[in-house]
């Protein structure tokens, strides 16, 4: 594998922890609603509530973006170009 390559496998893996990280906190929160959760992505702390829940789904969201985007460089994207033989 190229660097870029070694350096997108890296991030693919950063990006699903981080995924999994959101993913443990919303389900914490929306299991008790009393409940708070501190998510620590390695880059920032963040105190998940029931009043900031939708702004962490739209981090998860943004996180899964990110992922197909990576995984469309390492991978391509499956689109293939077609042009006649003429």
Same mark, same amino acid.
């Not at 702390?45 to 509530?49: C, E, S």
């Not at 973006?65 to 197909?68: D, E, R």
């Given at each position: 594998m190229s660097c870029v390559e070694d350096f997108l496998a890296e991030r693919i893996t950063q990006v699903k922890a981080t995924i999994v990280a959101y993913e443990t906190a919303i389900a914490t929160?929306? &299991?008790d609603s009393? &409940?708070?959760y501190q998510l620590d992505t390695g880059q920032t702390? =963040?105190?998940?509530?029931r009043h900031n829940l939708a702004t962490v789904e739209r981090l998860l969201q943004a996180q899964y973006? =990110? =992922?197909?985007v990576l995984d469309a460089r390492v991978n391509g994207n499956g689109q293939t170009r077609v042009v006649p033989g003429w």
């Open positions: 929160v929306q &299991a009393k &409940a708070s702390r =963040l105190m998940v509530t973006n =990110l =992922l197909v």
